[in-house]
DNA sequence: GCTCTTAAGTTCTTATTTGGAACTTATGGC
DNA sequence: GCCATAAGTTCCAAATAAGAACTTAAGAGC
């Protein structure tokens, strides 16, 4: 079964997780909350390679959660910002944020 | 970089997401929500292969968000259960959910 | 005492996705 | 000219997932 299948399944859950239930998704979309829009900002951030962000920020884009806005004309250049779907977002990545704070705490020094 | 690379971020809905920041994960939490249970529930409502379920749950179970309990001793049967850990999970789901159903309707008939 | 069914997995092979690094295009600065 | 920056794209190897069949243990029907 594929990915794409469930985005007309019955239950909600499903059909959000068809679209963003996705690691590398969920962090970009944490990264636009915490004030971030460029491209290389986003590779920087996640630690996923380019080809990742740029196939995920299509599909955010698609999706009407994120919208591509041209910041620079010569050089051609775009960011990447929330838009008011994108936006409502906020209570899931905030959950989890909850959750890894109370349940997952960090052992040794961090890595990243 | 690695998934499990993110389990010692600084940022706790990274350290969240190496966990639980998958999409049959996610479902299988839905489902545990749901009131399910058992390995062959699992499979049938998520549309994971049998490999994928059994992975998954592993995981959560190493993870202390499921536990799995034996319900039957002959033959060995065992179902899985939310621990508290798990049930404070709810939120995020619950977000999930919210804003699925506000942003993400059925268009056609549901295939599932 | 043979065959069917159920439950919870495991194993196998083939496809799809991801990782990592290098390359591209357009422009500005030194 | 040569280097740097930004936003991607392209390439191949490696890891993951899909799909179906197989396993183990037991009870039910005949």
Redesign the interface.
């Known amino acids: 079964?594929k990915?794409t299948?469930?985005?007309?399944?019955?239950?909600?859950?499903?059909?959000?997780?068809?679209?963003v239930?996705?690691?590398w998704t969920?962090?970009i979309l944490?990264d636009c909350f915490l004030g971030m829009s460029r491209f290389d900002q986003f590779v920087a951030s996640t630690?996923?390679t380019r080809h990742l962000i740029s196939d995920r920020l299509k599909r955010l884009v698609e999706a009407g959660i994120l919208e591509k806005q041209a910041y620079s004309e010569r050089p051609k250049r775009y960011e990447y910002v929330l838009t008011e779907?994108g936006q409502?977002?906020s209570?899931?990545?905030?959950?989890?944020?909850?959750?890894?704070?109370?349940?997952?705490p960090?052992?040794?020094a961090?890595?990243?």
């Open positions: 079964m990915w299948d469930l985005d007309e399944n019955w239950c909600p859950v499903a059909r959000a997780l068809s679209l239930g996705d690691r969920l962090l944490r630690g996923a779907k409502e977002f209570p899931a990545l905030m959950a989890f944020r909850d959750w890894g704070k109370k349940h997952l960090v052992r040794r961090s890595k990243a």
